[in-house]
């Protein structure tokens, strides 16, 4: 098998992978509506106080931290795999405050550009 080929391999892989953490998310998500809701509510108590850019990891860090919540299908309230998804959410759903969170790429994504290249 050539470089090329088990390149492509890979990225094939990586990009199995990410679907698969995106669908995990959003069952989760389905099933503990009220943290999107949460999220989403902080987000716009920080733009309402002038921010012009704000932490997605403190939004989600106030849900943890300041609110007593009971969550289904996971030993932990909101796991980190979670809070890049939520932001993202966020700005697609309010497209004018896109680019609120400064979001860096999911690791699969890092690494098939970094295969594609």
């Known amino acids: 098998m050539s470089y090329f080929e088990s390149t492509g391999i890979l990225i094939e892989q990586l990009e199995r992978d990410l679907e ?32 012009q850019h704000y932490s997605h990891w403190a939004v989600v860090n106030r849900i943890r931290w300041d609110h007593e919540i009971e969550t289904k ?10 809070i890049g998804f939520y932001a993202r959410l966020f ?24 295969l594609s290249g």
């Open 73 to 82: 299908g996971s030993d932990f309230k909101i796991s980190n795999d979670y």
């Open 20 to 51: 698969a953490r995106k669908r995990k998310w959003w069952e989760w998500h389905k099933e503990n509506p009220m943290v999107y809701e949460m999220f989403e509510r902080f987000t716009f108590d920080a733009i309402r106080s002038g921010r």
């Open 91 to 114: 700005h697609a759903k309010h497209p004018r405050y896109d680019g609120f969170f400064r979001l860096k790429q999911l690791k699969e994504e890092s690494m098939i550009d970094s």
